[in-house]
């Protein structure tokens, strides 16, 4: 069955979307509990992860082309999530940002978004959205071309 057929025939049924084998998020934030416990969500929901605690290797990992979502603190000690941003316009990757923050104010979340951010979660009070957003940034970044890496060993296959 093809991806285009699945999806049609889940959204027909009401059911929610399935994460495709071989989608890959990188997460791009210091280690702390608000992370972690980010990064436990969406390993039961069965997205495969990567985590880089600084934006330089965040930037580094990200321009690999393997990872359709990048999970991000809005700053880190070694730059800002304006540089992820920088990473996928310079070459050309379709992968998509959300941003996962505590101190957002709402001027700083639309600025965000017009500066292309697919979303913005409050860390505090939005851990549930964070499936859904990263699953919406998921399918965003698919309809872009940023499919899974058919080169690329698949975790899970590895496992």
Same mark, same amino acid.
């Given at each position: *069955? ?11 049924? $009401? !059911? ?9 998020? %990188?997460?791009?934030?210091? #280690?702390? =509990? #608000? ?13 495969? !992860?990567?985590?880089?605690?600084? *934006? ?13 979502? &990048? ?12 540089? %992820?941003?920088?990473?996928?316009? =310079?070459?050309?990757? $379709?992968?998509?940002? &959300? ?13 965000? %978004?017009?500066?292309?951010?697919? #979303? &913005?979660?409050?860390? *505090?009070?939005?851990?549930? *959205? ?5 699953? $919406?940034? %998921? ?11 058919? $080169? ?8």
């Amino acid at each position: *069955m093809s991806l285009a057929t699945q999806t049609q025939e889940e959204i027909r049924s $009401g !059911s929610p979307l399935k994460i495709p084998d071989g989608a890959r998020i %990188l997460m791009v934030c210091e #280690d702390n =509990h #608000d992370t972690e416990r980010l990064r436990t969500i969406l390993r039961e929901e069965g997205f495969i !992860s990567e985590w880089a605690k600084s *934006m330089t290797a965040g930037c580094e990992a990200a321009k690999s082309g393997q990872f359709q979502v &990048v999970v991000s603190t809005p700053l880190l000690k070694d730059g800002s999530w304006r540089r %992820l941003s920088e990473v996928a316009n =310079h070459y050309d990757l $379709g992968f998509e940002i &959300v941003l996962w923050t505590r101190n957002f104010d709402l001027r700083e979340w639309a600025v965000a %978004l017009e500066e292309g951010a697919f #979303d &913005v979660l409050d860390a *505090m009070c939005e851990q549930p *959205m964070a499936v859904e957003a990263t699953k $919406g940034a %998921l399918w965003a970044a698919y309809l872009k071309g940023a499919g899974p890496n058919p $080169g690329a060993a698949s975790p899970r296959k590895a496992a």
